[in-house]
């Protein structure tokens, strides 16, 4: 699509959802059946959030056997759409949405068993263990659209409804695509999953199934060809050339999931009229779930694009042109029994337990062009949790899981969780004690540019954990501090090979959340520290996000006005390989010290949320070569944004 075109497309989408607002906003102003006419009338109050029947319920919450809750109305940070943004808050990418990236925050934690390679579009994916299974008495919509310039798109949107009323389906969408703002910056990415859940009458037997697909294409450049040349230039003419004029990176990710439940407890039968309605109280459950999932990369380098990245240039073939392809697929079944008992009587002597073990079995292939490989594993897990909502209780979590045979034989993982609650605040103490085989991607990689085959010792990571939580005033404040101590850990070098450390690391971190409220204006803070003994581990030292805002009302419509600041202390950041999808050490260039500042404005009406945003209103204010993540990818240049989100539900 041309440039004007494109400007005349996003003007009638504009105009479009500005009359869908302006409508939304005198049908709001209007009593509904069933409204209180109270609501309508002009005051600084804010309303309660609806009070609707749409609710949800997630595999975690129906495994401890925790009763849906209601969707969240909360129009708080809606203009913070930008998946790494809004889940990572510091990150690296590559200067486009939707481009390879990796959370800044440290944070090891993994599951026990069979890792291909960290995924650098994880940010992005869909994933079956998120998913949310409703309940409505009336179909639910959930429609988020946010576009702006260089034909940015970014749209959700999830339906859900209940065929009968134990039975639900529904399906979710993301869809991102963007050309960037220079040359060979295009992204474009679709993400599905459909869901089910399905309980019988009696209440005995339940089943819950998702299919997810996440699949897109990334235009690979290298990174500008000159970074100089890039910073001479000020405003929206930094173009310049890139490093690759024709490499790409397709991924694909496919995942099948049915988990049935089969209760046990006491059975209670009332008869109404002609009805008779079933009451079960379940006190454990016998849980089979099955995963069946698969994972594709594709690296095409067909022109033959030479860039150091390539180093050391090991061909399989006698050409430099690439079509290298990574294949992971996996089949796991696993057997779970649970026992809970929960009393909720009242609020302040609530108490819930939960005792859980589980048997794993997965079945892997993985290849590449020179080779396939396929391994089991068989894993083997315990849960207890004691949780109690009266004050001066302590509460416990303990989480155990083993690799007893296969390709992961030996791995383990340990943690212990415990809640002192106070009646002002929380008390919290963590110990995690991991053991696991690297990445398999890092002992076995052989690709048309790069071939390893390693032999690397299983990494150990012990972490001690601290956090801290009040609970009595307006705005609290969160405080959570870590402490890691890292053995045989793997770091990618400067010459993107990966390499195994003999030295002993130790990481800290601290994460401070706390909002102070004068009047109507918010002042939100997250602050993140970081500190590593090694200069293996590389991250910013300090970085978090800003948010200030006025918030009030008119009428019915409560609206916010603020900005929005993401910064992080100067750096050694990790360059990135397209060949290998990996980022890799570099001690060339310092990055960060650069604010991103975002103003915007926020309206919401009903169910209806409207937001418009200046992406990098900062740009060329006070320096013109700041703005990094990573090193030869510029950050998005200065930017508008729009969006709305509109929920429909009883």
Not at 137 to 156: A, C, H, R, V, W
């Amino acid at each position: 699509m041309r440039k004007k075109e494109y400007s005349k497309y996003l003007g009638k989408v504009f105009c479009f959802l500005l009359v869908c607002f302006f409508y939304a906003t005198s049908f709001a102003q209007t009593p509904q059946p069933g409204q209180d006419k109270s609501q309508t009338k002009d005051t600084v109050k804010f309303i309660a959030p609806f009070k609707t029947a749409t609710k949800f319920v997630t595999e975690d919450e129906i495994d401890r056997n925790i009763p849906l809750h209601f969707i969240d109305t909360n129009q708080n940070g809606i203009e913070i759409f930008h998946n790494l943004y809004k889940n990572y808050t510091v990150f690296q990418d590559l200067g486009n949405m939707g481009t390879p990236s990796r959370p800044l925050l440290f944070n090891n934690e993994r599951n026990v068993g069979f890792s291909l390679s960290e995924n650098p579009f994880e940010g992005y994916w869909m994933k079956p263990e998120k998913t949310k299974y409703y309940n409505t008495k009336t179909p639910y919509t959930d429609l988020f659209y946010t576009q702006g310039s260089n034909e940015l798109i970014y749209l959700t949107a999830c339906h859900s409804q209940n065929i009968t009323p134990r039975w639900n389906i529904g399906a979710d969408l993301q869809r991102i695509t963007s050309i960037g703002f220079l040359s060979r910056q295009y992204t474009s990415m679709y993400n599905f999953q459909f869901f089910t859940r399905y309980t019988t009458k009696n209440k005995k037997y339940e089943v819950i199934a998702n299919t997810t697909w996440n699949r897109g294409v990334v235009e690979e450049s290298g990174g500008v060809a000159s970074d100089s040349a890039f910073e001479s230039l000020s405003g929206a003419n930094k173009k310049i050339f890139p490093n690759l004029a024709s490499s790409q990176t397709r991924f694909k990710g496919r995942t099948a999931f049915v988990k049935q439940y089969f209760h046990f407890g006491k059975l209670t039968q009332n008869i109404v009229k002609e009805d008779t309605i079933y009451d079960f109280s379940s006190h454990s459950h016998l849980s089979l779930s099955t995963k069946l999932e698969e994972v594709s990369y594709i690296f095409e380098n067909l022109k033959g694009d030479a860039n150091s990245l390539f180093i050391p240039h090991q061909y399989y073939d006698t050409t430099v042109n690439t079509f290298d392809s990574t294949y992971y697929g996996k089949i796991e079944n696993r057997l779970a029994y649970d026992l809970f008992t929960s009393t909720n009587d009242q609020l302040k002597d609530s108490v819930r337990n939960f005792t859980s073990v589980g048997l794993t079995h997965a079945a892997i292939v993985t290849s590449q062009y020179a080779y396939v490989r396929n391994y089991q594993n068989v894993i083997a897990d315990f849960s207890f949790e004691s949780m109690k909502i009266k004050n001066y209780t302590l509460s416990k979590k303990l989480f155990t899981s083993y690799n007893i045979l296969g390709y992961n034989a030996g791995d383990y993982k340990v943690k212990l969780s415990i809640r002192e609650r106070i009646p002002a605040f929380d008390l919290g103490f963590e110990f995690t004690s991991q053991l696991y085989r690297p990445d398999y991607s890092m002992q076995l990689f052989k690709s048309n540019q790069f071939i390893w085959e390693n032999n690397f010792n299983p990494i150990k990571v012990q972490q001690l954990g601290l956090h801290f939580s009040t609970r009595k005033f307006r705005q609290n404040f969160h405080l959570t501090v870590n402490a890691f101590n890292l053995s045989n850990w793997i770091y990618i070098n400067s010459k993107c090979i990966p390499v195994q450390s003999g030295d002993q690391i130790l990481v800290y971190t601290a994460e401070a959340k706390k909002t102070f409220q004068v009047w109507k204006l918010f002042f939100e803070h997250y602050i993140i520290y970081q500190n590593s003994s090694s200069d293996v581990v590389r991250m910013p030292e300090l970085s978090g996000r800003i948010r200030y805002y006025f918030k009030s009302r008119f009428k019915t419509m409560k609206f916010q006005i603020g900005f929005d600041v993401f910064y992080n202390t100067a750096y050694y950041a990790n360059n990135y390989n397209p060949a290998t999808r990996l980022f890799f050490m570099q001690n060339d260039r310092l990055f960060g010290n650069y604010p991103v500042i975002d103003p915007f404005v926020s309206a919401e009406i009903k169910r209806a949320i409207i937001f418009a945003k200046y992406e990098h209103a900062n740009q060329d204010m006070f320096v013109q070569n700041g703005f990094y993540y990573t090193q030869n990818y510029p950050i998005s240049l200065a930017s508008f944004r729009f969006g709305v989100r509109w929920r429909f539900y009883d």
